[in-house]
């Protein structure tokens, strides 16, 4: 079954392209690793899908229903956003924090706990979210996109900034929720290493589409490998002149 | 003696108005605060102060026409701060600035220094007439219940903007309401603390509540306490002692803020001094 179609997706920025005919798919049960260097319009994409940017150019279409027709499927999706750090003071405890996941009026406390349980929590349901690590926040937040009981996760370099022990476990816990849960991911990262090892399909883009297909194709092809990494580091030089903030 | 003093009549009405401007103060204080607005209950107040010089100059009640702008102005100040490029800071300064100014200005127009502005600067609790109570009692409860209404959104929309419109919440129609009931929470509470010291009311209860509090829901209740607290010892004491009551008020919000600091910090160094026995 197909989740995602994005076809010919274009956006534009005061400042210039951000994203120029995209086209790509996603399939039930697929873990998509997005990758692209710093700029390259990875974050801007999942804006779209998400709903948040709608001035775009081309269709997204989520479950087969066009996203800007029909926005209620969007909530079959959750949503880890790339890590900013949460403010220590805010005063609401990890359960409180995942809660808020529910789009319901009425939270599920057995959802709740399930929730918490998977992203493996439960001790720390009732520390204040600030207090906890960067790892274990971004679990946390996992935690809070799963009550919802999502179809589709999309994860934007949820690991950035994490050591190196908790992205392991954070790893382990994408892994986990695609094979044994059955959802569908979208996992962007800069980890080469970490995509190549979780997805079975990649995308890889730099403001248009650099390559799409399945996983293996892509960090067996030499070539393919040698022409991205030349590819990212003009993005990281252009990104790094003078006037140019990306 | 202090039962004696809970026998004096506006001496009741003055709590009874205190305790339900405390509540709404403090409630929505928490969420001013964590979304970094602790200053914004400053600019409304002294937008209200614009309205209330209206209202001498146009014969109508000060505090209506303090409602009027400074719910215009709250809207204004979002909306400049949606669209534009302004600094949050530095859109609550223009607010608050436009707000004394025009003030300043009306009430020299109304009349100089024949219109006392006094008890709208600083406060007049024990003055509070009848219709007053009321009014501020149907305001509390409106307040309260739409914070209660909203409760989840609002804590959502104040953890993660971005995150709750993903999951649906129409975040700028929320902010919007949030502003309005902000405002209103502030020029109810003129006639406590008075225009000058009502952001202290909304931001020291809610920061010695983050202080101390676990979960969202305890850290609010542990705020309206404090705030009750306050407003409760601040009104006997000021009676007692014949002090101005905005400032005794305040003045004890305060020393119950430094008292949790105090308390926080001796327990550190304890905790501290524990680890390092232990090793």
Redesign the interface.
């Known amino acids: 079954m197909r989740v995602v179609s994005v076809d010919k997706v274009s956006y534009r920025y005061e400042h210039g392209m951000a994203l120029d005919e995209i086209s790509f798919s996603v399939d039930e049960g697929d873990l998509l690793g997005m990758i692209g260097p710093n700029g390259a319009g990875k974050t801007t994409l999942f804006n779209c899908m998400?709903?948040?940017l709608s001035d775009y150019q081309g269709t997204i279409e989520i479950f087969g229903e066009d996203i800007k027709k029909n926005?209620k499927v969007?909530?079959s999706?959750g949503?880890v956003?790339q890590k900013n750090s949460i403010?220590r003071?805010?005063?609401?405890?990890v359960e409180?924090?995942v809660?808020?996941?529910i789009?319901v009026?009425k939270?599920s406390r057995v959802k709740i706990s399930s929730a918490l349980e998977t992203a493996g929590l439960v001790p720390e349901k009732?520390?204040?979210i600030g207090e906890l690590s960067g790892g274990q926040q971004q679990r946390a937040?996992i935690a809070?996109a799963l009550v919802?009981d999502p179809r589709l996760l999309i994860l934007d370099e949820p690991v950035t900034g994490i050591d190196l022990e908790m992205q392991n476990k954070f790893y382990s816990l994408v892994r986990n929720l695609n094979q044994e849960k059955k959802i569908t991911i979208i996992l962007s990262s800069h980890d080469l290493d970490a995509v190549n090892k979780l997805a079975n399909k990649v995308a890889c883009i730099n403001r248009s589409m650099f390559f799409h297909g399945d996983a293996h194709h892509f960090f067996d092809d030499e070539e393919l490998m040698k022409k991205y990494s030349e590819s990212s580091m003009q993005s990281h030089m252009h990104l790094h002149q003078p006037g140019n903030n990306g | 003696m202090v039962l004696d003093i809970l026998q004096v009549i506006f001496v009741q009405r003055a709590l009874i108005t205190g305790i339900a401007v405390a509540a709404i103060c403090s409630v929505v204080g928490?969420f001013l605060v964590?979304r970094r607005q602790s200053l914004f209950g400053d600019a409304l107040s002294h937008m209200a102060f614009g309205g209330i010089a209206v209202g001498f100059l146009g014969n109508v009640y000060p505090l209506w026409a303090a409602f009027a702008f400074s719910i215009l102005g709250a809207l204004g100040i979002t909306k400049l701060r949606q669209s534009t490029r302004i600094p949050p800071d530095a859109a609550v300064a223009v607010l608050l600035s436009s707000g004394l100014a025009l003030g300043v200005v009306l009430a020299n127009l109304a009349g100089g220094p024949n219109v006392n502005l006094n008890s709208y600067l600083f406060g007049s609790i024990l003055l509070v007439s009848n219709e007053e109570i009321m009014m501020i009692m149907l305001i509390s409860v409106g307040v309260l219940a739409v914070i209660a209404a909203l409760y989840?959104k609002l804590?959502?929309m104040t953890?993660?903007e971005?995150?709750a419109?993903?999951?649906?919440l129409q975040v700028s129609k929320l902010n919007y309401l949030f502003i309005i009931v902000a405002s209103i929470t502030v020029v109810a509470s003129i006639r406590l603390v008075g225009i000058l010291l009502i952001s202290s009311l909304i931001v020291i209860p809610s920061i010695s509540?983050?202080m101390i509090?676990?979960?969202?829901?305890?850290?609010m209740l542990i705020a309206v306490s404090i705030s009750v607290f306050s407003v409760v010892t601040g009104i006997i004491v000021s009676y007692a002692a014949d002090t101005a009551p905005g400032g005794t008020i305040v003045l004890v919000t305060i020393a119950v803020f430094l008292a949790i600091l105090g308390w926080k910090s001796v327990r550190k160094a304890r905790q501290k001094e524990a680890l390092i026995t232990r090793l």
Do not use: H, W
Not at chain 1, 89 to 93: E, R, V
Not at chain 2, 165 to 168: A, T
């Open positions: 998400l709903g948040l926005r969007l909530k999706i949503y956003p403010d003071g805010f005063p609401a405890t409180e924090v809660s808020l996941g789009t009026d939270p009732d520390r204040r937040l809070k919802n | 928490i964590l989840r804590v959502y953890f993660d971005e995150q419109k993903v999951s649906g509540a983050m509090g676990k979960g969202f829901k305890k850290t």
